[in-house]
């Protein structure tokens, strides 16, 4: 096994654990921040139940959640991506709402007062003015994501978890270190 040959392989892993993470958080930020702008709109009624809700998922062990879902999804990428489009939504749902309902009232009176529709105050006044609070959000379901990938690998999901289960499997130190530290760089890399 030549140098090249780790490089191909920890190349394929990384594409592995980037498709999961990527596809999961995309998901997760779609329906993440439609939900909580549906719980900002309708805050008496939705705000508990709706984020309790997401909050429960995030109360779920990983490795019992994917048990539930391999049922339903079979074992590969897909209950792997559902669950850690799961675990995304609460961090993605929550600064949702914490942003648009942290834009002060005046300013959207004064853009109603101009004329603004419901829709023009979301998109050129809400949407931008807790951006920043969105995207915090964002970061932190892609992190997460990106830790909780490495379990996929025990039901065939590939990414960075498959040394790190097939080092436990064979007692080799060296395989666990490549998969933790490339997950470890691939999360910081995210979170910076």
Request: glycine content about 14%; overall charge neutral; proline content about 4%.
């Amino acid at each position: 096994e030549t140098w090249w040959d780790d490089v191909v392989y920890i190349l394929k892993l990384l594409g592995q654990h980037m498709f999961l993470t990527l596809t999961a958080t995309g998901l997760a930020t779609v329906f993440g921040i439609g939900i909580g702008l549906l719980v900002a709109r309708h805050e008496e009624t939705l705000a508990g139940p709706l984020l309790g809700a997401v909050g429960v998922l995030q109360t779920i062990p990983s490795l019992a959640l994917l048990a539930f879902l391999i049922p339903v999804f079979g074992i590969g990428m897909r209950p792997a991506i559902f669950a850690l489009f799961l675990y995304g939504l609460l961090p993605i749902v929550r600064n949702t709402y914490t942003g648009i309902i942290s834009v002060p009232a005046d300013l959207k009176d004064a853009g109603i007062g101009m004329g603004m529709t419901r829709g023009q105050l979301l998109w050129q006044l809400e949407l931008p003015l807790s951006a920043k609070t969105i995207m915090a959000g964002i970061r932190t379901a892609l992190v997460i994501s990106v830790g909780t990938a490495t379990l996929g690998a025990f039901i065939g999901a590939g990414g960075f978890g498959d040394p790190i289960f097939a080092g436990l499997q064979q007692k080799d130190n060296g395989k666990i270190l490549l998969g933790a530290t490339a997950s470890a760089i691939l999360a910081l890399t995210c979170d910076y």
